[in-house]
């Protein structure tokens, strides 16, 4: 299996500051992770594809300075949401699948509860 | 563009019955994914399907991928209320080496007692 950490679980921050979002892979190694936006009794929609050593790259509609990814090791994946508005506010989900397993699955953190007032 | 659409999107049921969840999906794929989410939790990986005809099963959860409808099913037997929970389904595909996600439109399951 794999573990997932991501930090914080929870955040509540005022309208134009910037939040910063930890995705940890524990007992791996994740050349690649991902972000996900979950908003109230939606899905899951994938933000971004994190890339250790190079640019994220972002999905259609989703806008990359407002929405900073940092890859810097091979363990640690960063997402910052920049002058957040209320808008922002969602359920942020993270996840890292592990290369030396075979089955490609994704394994995913806990969630960030962003909310901006 | 891959849709990945899940039926019924609420399902209500009784202690002891039995229901099947679909997941029909728009593009080829030879693989799928299931999901539980419980309020207000991530994710939790339910079933890795890998090919055409596969059939997984996990106490009284059963999933099935037929690649060429474009079609998964999630089986459930006997419900009890441990299973209330929202179920995804997801479709790979594959950018530049890199395999991506799209969920489905998720089934809010509620078992009744």
């Known amino acids: 299996g794999a573990v997932v950490s991501q930090h914080p679980s929870r955040v509540i921050c005022k309208s134009g500051t910037s939040v910063k979002i930890e995705c940890r892979s524990l007992d791996f190694q994740a050349t690649t992770m991902f972000w996900y936006r979950q908003f109230p009794k939606q899905s899951l929609m994938l933000m971004a594809t994190s890339n250790e050593g190079s640019k994220a790259t972002y999905e259609q509609g989703v806008e990359k300075d407002k929405f900073l990814i940092n890859h810097a090791s091979l363990t640690l994946s960063t997402l910052t949401v920049t002058s957040a508005h209320p808008e922002d506010s969602s359920f942020y989900i993270c996840s890292a699948r592990n290369p030396r397993l075979a089955k490609n699955i994704q394994y995913f953190g806990a969630g960030t509860r962003l909310s901006v007032l | 563009e891959l849709k990945v659409e899940q039926n019924p999107l609420f399902l209500s049921m009784q202690e002891g019955k039995n229901y099947t969840i679909y997941c029909n999906y728009s593009t080829t794929s030879d693989r799928l994914y299931w999901y539980r989410q419980d309020p207000g939790k991530s994710l939790e990986s339910l079933f890795v399907?890998?090919?055409?005809?596969a059939v997984k099963q996990e106490g009284r959860l059963m999933a099935s991928l037929d690649t060429k409808a474009r079609l998964s099913t999630l089986h459930i037997t006997a419900a009890v209320h441990d299973l209330s929970a929202t179920y995804f389904c997801a479709v790979p595909r594959t950018t530049f080496g890199n395999e991506k996600l799209t969920f489905g439109t998720g089934t809010r399951l509620t078992i009744i007692p």
């Open positions: 399907l890998l090919s055409n005809g």
